[in-house]
């Protein structure tokens, strides 16, 4: 990465918008996740 300013907001929103897709995939996961434990304990 460079340390130019120029470049320093467009960092500062792309480490945003990675935070916010790292998070809508782990509570995407957790919510499949738990759905399949729960249809596999009611159906078997």
Do not use: H, N, Q
């Not at 916010?20 to 159906?43: D, R, Y």
């Amino acid at each position: 990465m460079t340390d130019d300013p120029e470049y320093a907001e467009f960092a500062g929103k792309r480490r945003a918008r990675t935070r916010v897709v790292a998070w809508v995939v782990i509570i995407a996961m957790v919510l499949v996740g738990g759905g399949a434990t729960v249809l596999s304990l009611l159906f078997g």
